[in-house]
């Protein structure tokens, strides 16, 4: 009894120590996924709206990244979701065939036989020969636009910024007569991760072409960790890095985070309908750590019941929350 | 009351008017020795990277490029055979054969101008070290796969003439290399090129 008490004692000092503000008994551990049934979402699922999950930072080919997939498939089957956007770091170490299976095509095989597509943008770990990937959809461009509905996606390599790539994104986005521009890309323009943070060169060059052109939301990965940022000149901006890869206890505390989660992988699932962005992030076991809307016009975050975690603040991020 | 003043300032300046003068002249012939000096230099970058394309193309009559494809096995068998077709082709090609002195001073003013502009952007763009052993940088050989790309500055980009889209610029340890982004093979480095920002940090993620 005591040997026990004390070993309670430890694994709570060491759960504390780690920084993990989310106390939850499977965090760390690798639980089964579960009755595909117990997944209850939190977005609408209204007819004709865009639906799509957003993943970063996966291709580890570990038993994260293929609970995270599993997750995946249950949300797809609930919500019917179409595709997937990569962030980047698709494949790391990707320097051989078997690479591509073990880090992409085994652990999303069930969506990928559902029919859902991929478009991946390229991250640090990338090699640029992803483009020509077809599960990939880059059609062998290094940055590319596609479109959904109401909604066009302008996908960037962000590992190198040049001019060619910026006189392209304004001509294309010029051009775009689509309700809804998002962006997104590897390396984030916000970010309260400790490990890397906010790029503020790309932000410099980036950021008053998307704020000229009506770029409503940025999808970025690079930290490993969810975050979603609170609205910057009524751009959303989301850093979702931890869709293989984990940095636990990474999310600092400050005003330019809005949620966060830090203490799992997770991705995100997304629905576009109107002028209405409705996101949920959801843990490798299952959990919705934040939700809420977004509305593109005027840019104004009007979630509610979204947490905002972090080791100083102590709040739960597990419980789902309400629209 | 201040004019006997005013008169000295005015012979000073009427003194020191051929010295400004003397001086602008120098300036005015140095910066025109120096655009020239720039001018050539660019020329030269200019005909060597040309050089290479064209080895990089000859090479792709022999491994011709690859329509977007589902085999993996495809991707990166072409991959390593361009790398080894090109690599035939420029035989033993030496260090400083693109970042020749004379591009190399180039390249330094071109960089130290960037820095002038955003150091501290550029400095956060390079504060991840992901390090690769000098040894394992040479001209001709396969950027090491098992090493990550650093983001490439933004700021440096901009000021460093554009590249031709088969081609990229990376910065690895302290030195900047010019990559085939297709083969990943290196094809020429300008070591030393860059002062590691202060922080710097062990990353591999």
């Given at each position: ?123 640090n770990?990338?090699?640029n ?30 590992n190198y910024m040049d001019n ?37 060169e ?122 | ?37 720039d001018?050539?230099a660019m020329?030269d970058f200019s005909?060597k990277i040309?050089?290479y ?40 090609i030496k260090e400083g054969n693109v970042f020749t002195p004379e591009v190399a001073a180039y390249f330094e003013r071109l960089i130290h101008s960037a820095y002038r502009q955003n150091a501290?952007g550029i400095e956060a763009t390079l504060l991840c070290l992901s390090p690769v052993r000098e040894d394992r940088l040479k001209p001709n050989d396969?950027y090491p796969?098992?090493a990550e790309l650093t983001a490439m500055p933004s700021t440096i980009l901009l000021h460093v003439p554009e590249l031709p889209?088969e081609l990229e610029y990376r910065i690895v340890n302290k030195d900047l290399i010019i990559r085939d982004r297709?083969?990943n093979l290196i094809v020429d480095i300008f070591r030393g090129a860059i002062t590691p920002p202060?922080?710097r ?5």
């Amino acid at each position: 009894m005591r040997r026990l008490t004390v070993s309670l004692v430890a694994t709570g000092i060491a759960v504390a120590i780690s920084g993990m503000y989310l106390m939850k008994p499977n965090a760390g551990t690798i639980p089964s996924v579960g009755n595909p049934s117990e997944m209850v979402l939190t977005i609408p699922l209204k007819a004709d709206s865009v639906r799509f999950a957003v993943i970063g930072d996966n291709g580890t080919a570990d038993n994260s990244e293929i609970q995270v997939g599993d997750q995946m498939q249950k949300a797809q089957q609930i919500s019917k979701f179409g595709f997937v956007i990569m962030l980047g770091d698709n494949l790391y170490g990707g320097a051989s065939p078997r690479d591509y299976q073990d880090r992409f095509e085994r652990p999303y095989k069930s969506l990928l036989d559902r029919g859902v597509l991929f478009y991946a943008s390229l991250g640090n770990h990338d090699d640029n020969n992803e483009i020509s990937y077809v599960p990939f959809h880059m059609g062998g461009n290094r940055y590319y636009t596609h479109t959904e509905g109401d909604v066009e996606f302008f996908v960037l390599d962000t590992n190198y910024m040049d001019n060619t790539q910026l006189d392209w994104l304004q001509q294309e986005l010029q051009k775009s007569k689509s309700p809804w521009k998002i962006a997104y890309f590897h390396h984030p323009l916000y970010s309260s991760g400790k490990a890397h943070g906010p790029s503020r060169e790309l932000r410099t060059v980036l950021e008053p072409i998307f704020e000229k052109y009506g770029v409503s939301a940025v999808f970025s990965g690079h930290d490993h960790i969810y975050e979603r940022v609170n609205p910057q000149n009524g751009i959303q901006y989301f850093v979702m890095g931890a869709s293989g890869k984990l940095r636990n206890g990474d999310l600092k505390s400050d005003s330019l985070k809005a949620a966060g989660f830090d203490s799992d992988r997770s991705f995100l699932l997304v629905e576009i309908t109107g002028d209405n962005m409705y996101y949920e992030a959801i843990s490798r076991t299952g959990d919705t750590v934040d939700s809420g809307v977004f509305n593109k016009q005027p840019p104004v975050s009007i979630h509610a019941g979204a947490q905002t975690p972090g080791p100083t603040e102590g709040t739960n991020a597990g419980t789902p929350a309400t629209k | 009351m201040n004019r006997p003043a005013n008169h000295a300032r005015n012979a000073l300046n009427l003194a020191a008017l051929p010295v400004f003068c003397i001086a602008g002249l120098v300036f005015v012939t140095t910066s025109y020795g120096q655009l020239d000096r720039d001018a050539q230099a660019m020329q030269d970058f200019s005909n060597k990277i040309h050089l290479y394309l064209k080895i990089h193309h000859q090479a792709e009559v022999t491994v011709p490029h690859i329509k977007p494809t589902a085999s993996a096995k495809k991707i990166i068998d072409r991959k390593h055979a361009l790398a080894a077709q090109i690599n035939k082709e420029r035989g033993n090609i030496k260090e400083g054969n693109v970042f020749t002195p004379e591009v190399a001073a180039y390249f330094e003013r071109l960089i130290h101008s960037a820095y002038r502009q955003n150091a501290p952007g550029i400095e956060a763009t390079l504060l991840c070290l992901s390090p690769v052993r000098e040894d394992r940088l040479k001209p001709n050989d396969i950027y090491p796969e098992d090493a990550e790309l650093t983001a490439m500055p933004s700021t440096i980009l901009l000021h460093v003439p554009e590249l031709p889209s088969e081609l990229e610029y990376r910065i690895v340890n302290k030195d900047l290399i010019i990559r085939d982004r297709e083969a990943n093979l290196i094809v020429d480095i300008f070591r030393g090129a860059i002062t590691p920002p202060p922080g710097r940090k062990l990353c591999d993620d």
